[in-house]
């Protein structure tokens, strides 16, 4: 790649190893000196040339349509001339180009997701490449820029590989072997985003409720000063830990009093720890017998709640400082040895809800030798602290998201929208179909054409923390379904991937090319993928039994033995769980009351884990919520 000038440049998407957009005409566009001109050169590998011209306009702005190229693995080269200066990038490619989008299960990279126990690697593919686009906030009110603000091409390969979106990389693994040809991902996922993050400030006036909100952002460095004053805070709430903490000094060295505790918990299930907030140390002892080979050490610490700092035997090995990511630790070359080790971890507490999460693993694994290291523990507490409110997390704001992320993708050709988001709306789930349709129109009307948009249903999930609302996930998951009444929409279901106890469970593969299905039937029209499966109808065919049909009855499949995720709602409100059992016309739903059902449940909770409805095909069926009527009504 050549180096651009102040005054003569291309727009950033172009770049060594770019993939654009087969078939179909792509615009380039960049600035130079009014009235000059400038020239493209697109040569091919094997010879040949096209050539292409254009002049800046009044305003030093330019714009270059390329014709449209067919589908190939090889190389071309682009070439942009202009008053002396050359620009040029390499290895280009035609091939399919998609927009990944949504929050951090998007943006979560494929080196996030690989299991330390029992590790599987993808085998990458050079002509599978993303463009992942930096996190930057906006907060103006006509802050929109025409260009992304940095990123770079990157082959699925080597490291550059496992810092891939994950869902993305399987997405395109999956679309490449079946097409055969290059996939491009522009990424311009944000975690913690909310949908109305990647809004402009006009359209969330107009949906209303953020009035207050865009009031106080859009005033002149909203975010600069809000760090800040995050900063003092968070400061002044250390300095205050460090003045009471009166053995962390010396707490390899002298003699503390130490309380036995076992690992993992949560504070709140300890009397003597519930609502605690400040700094705290834990200590595990640990034998390594004198056969173990400690050249490649790797503490596996599950994940904790908020942030750590690792010891071994007094040595520092790593440091975590929120609480989601899972701990994985390589422990420093001779620092181990034989015999008895120590391990300390210094526990940061903020907002009184601290812990080990559980169902994690904890253990210190070296080859195929692995020491448990859950169980009997001890701690000491080092300074007690208020609680602190977290600080404000800018790219989980309302309008966030527009002007440097979403706004630069309007005038690039993309074949579809992938997106993978709704976790952050759950504090008001109820609004997220009005939400998520008023984008989809703002961006296919600001493109200029309909996207097909895929998008992702929430998996199940069960929050340590216990601040998701009860039934919040469900809720936006039954939004999500309503979601495929916009037209050129399709909608992977992983209701059945998730991870209880993780906000990002690490089996991106099936998401990846649960979502590649779905673009194989919406957008290349393959009538061999099977069309997804809904409930129709939910009858009282006699008294104590409901039918439930399907549009496709015969492919329905009840996977446990005994289903469990059916609820009946009657008519005073009382809960009951019926039977379930496949039959010709569906599913038979037997219950005993007295009362009548109104309302069938399937699935409908936050963490519905091991769901019992799946396809023949394998896929599961969507969570859903519907009237029971008496046979016959209308």
């Not at 701690?379 to 997390?393: H, L």
């Not at 997106?419 to 493109?447: I, T």
């Not at 939910?538 to 995720?565: M, Q, W």
Request: charged letters at 25%.
């Amino acid at each position: 790649m050549s180096l651009m000038s102040e005054k003569f440049t291309v727009m950033r998407l172009f770049g060594d190893h770019m993939i654009l957009q087969s078939g179909q005409e792509n615009c380039v566009r960049g600035k130079a000196p009014s009235g000059e001109k400038i020239r493209l050169a697109i040569s091919v590998d094997r010879g040949g040339e096209t050539v292409l011209n254009a002049v800046s306009n009044e305003n030093g702005e330019y714009e270059i349509i390329i014709p449209p190229y067919p589908p190939s693995y090889e190389s071309f080269t682009l070439t942009f001339s202009c008053g002396g200066e050359e620009i040029v990038f390499s290895d280009v490619l035609f091939g399919e180009l998609y927009h990944i989008s949504g929050q951090s299960n998007m943006e979560l990279p494929i080196c996030r997701t690989i299991d330390p126990l029992a590790p599987v690697i993808p085998n990458g593919n050079k002509f599978i490449r993303e463009f992942r686009v930096p996190v930057q906030c906006c907060f103006g009110k006509d802050e929109e820029y025409d260009d992304f603000q940095g990123g770079e091409w990157k082959c699925a390969e080597g490291n550059d590989l496992m810092d891939m979106s994950a869902a993305g990389y399987y997405f395109a693994e999956k679309l490449a072997k079946k097409l055969d040809v290059p996939v491009g991902l522009v990424n311009t996922s944000a975690g913690g985003s909310p949908v109305e993050a990647r809004m402009p400030y006009e359209m969330l006036m107009e949906l209303g409720g953020y009035e207050d909100f865009l009031a106080r952002c859009t005033v002149p460095d909203y975010e600069k000063n809000t760090a800040e004053a995050d900063r003092v805070k968070y400061a002044k709430w250390c300095a205050e830990l460090e003045s009471k903490d009166k053995i962390s000094k010396d707490i390899f060295t002298a003699p503390v009093e130490f309380t036995k505790c076992r690992i993992p918990f949560y504070f709140r299930d300890d009397p003597k720890l519930s609502g605690f907030c400040g700094r705290i140390w834990f200590r595990k002892k640990f034998i390594i017998p004198d056969d173990m080979d400690l050249s490649d050490a790797v503490l596996i610490l599950g994940a904790m709640i908020d942030a750590d700092e690792i010891f071994v035997n007094g040595v520092h090995a790593g440091s975590t400082g929120y609480m989601y990511p899972p701990r994985i630790y390589p422990v420093p070359q001779g620092v181990l040895h034989t015999g008895e080790n120590i391990l300390h971890i210094r526990l940061e507490v903020r907002q009184g809800m601290g812990g080990f999460v559980e169902g994690k693993k904890y253990c210190l694994k070296s080859g195929e030798n692995i020491i448990e290291l859950s169980g009997e523990w001890e701690y000491a507490v080092a300074a007690k602290g208020e609680y602190i409110a977290p600080d404000v997390f800018f790219q989980g704001l309302p309008l966030s998201m527009y002007g440097a992320l979403t706004a630069p993708a309007f005038g690039i050709n993309f074949r579809g929208l992938i997106w993978y988001q709704g976790e952050s709306n759950d504090k008001a789930p109820e609004r997220y179909y009005d939400l998520f349709k008023a984008f989809v129109n703002m961006y296919r009307d600001r493109c200029g054409y309909d996207i097909p948009v895929i998008f992702t249903q929430l998996c199940n999930f069960d929050d340590p923390v216990q601040c998701v609302p009860p039934l919040s996930w469900a809720q936006v998951r039954e939004q999500q379904l309503k979601c495929l009444d916009i037209p050129e929409t399709a909608m992977a279901v992983t209701i059945d991937v998730g991870e209880s106890n993780d906000l990002h469970p690490i089996n991106k593969r099936d998401v990846g090319h649960r979502l590649a299905l779905c673009a194989e039937r919406l957008i290349y029209k393959d009538r061999l993928v099977p069309e997804d499966i809904f409930p129709v109808s939910a009858e009282i065919t006699e008294k104590g039994r409901v039918l439930l049909s399907f549009t496709d009855n015969k492919a329905v499949v009840l996977k446990n033995p005994v289903p469990k995720h059916f609820e009946m709602i009657l008519s005073d409100g009382k809960i009951i769980c019926p039977s379930a059992e496949l039959c010709g016309e569906g599913i038979t739903l037997e219950y005993e009351s007295e009362g009548n059902p109104v309302l069938l449940r399937y699935a409908y909770k936050n963490d519905p884990a091991l769901p019992d409805l799946f396809s023949s095909g394998g896929l599961p069926l969507s969570p859903f919520r519907m009237d029971i009527t008496q046979k016959g009504m209308n």
